[in-house]
Nanobody, 119 residues
Framework: QVQLVESGGGLVQAGGSLRLSCAAS????????MAWYRQAPGKQRELVAT???????NYADSLKGRFTISRDNAQNTIYLQMSSLKPEDTAVYYC?????????????WGQGTQVTVSA
């Protein structure tokens, strides 16, 4: 199972920026899809962005233009660059890996990193 460790969360004022990191325990070349999710208090976990092993990206419509997902294959790490942050972006941000083992996909989650945006 892939182990994931997120970092980079913190407290930021509205309009500011943060970059989150997610380090994987193995080469991300072997991971089919990696993604960022977030969960705000009292809300369901929602998809933020995905990036495939070929580098294709996808974003939640509401976040396009403000958030950018990227990957550093040499560091086995993906990133989430967040800009123009709003108080409603406050949430725990989770990294997820989806890896295919034969015909079966297995999912791994990180422990999450808190992002708090003050007004």
């Amino acid at each position: 199972q892939v182990q994931l460790v997120e970092s980079g969360g913190g407290l930021v004022q509205a309009g500011g920026s943060l970059r989150l990191s997610c380090a994987a325990s193995e080469s991300i070349f072997s991971i089919n899809i990696m993604a960022w999710y977030r969960q705000a208090p009292g809300k369901q976990r929602e998809l933020v962005a995905t990036i495939t092993d070929s580098g294709s990206t996808n974003y939640a419509d509401s976040l396009k233009g403000r958030f950018t997902i990227s990957r550093d294959n040499a560091q086995n790490t993906i990133y989430l660059q967040m800009s123009s942050l709003k108080p409603e972006d406050t949430a725990v941000y989770y990294c997820k890996a989806e890896k295919r083992y034969g015909l079966v996909y297995k999912h791994s989650w990180g422990q999450g990193t808190q992002v708090t945006v003050s007004a």
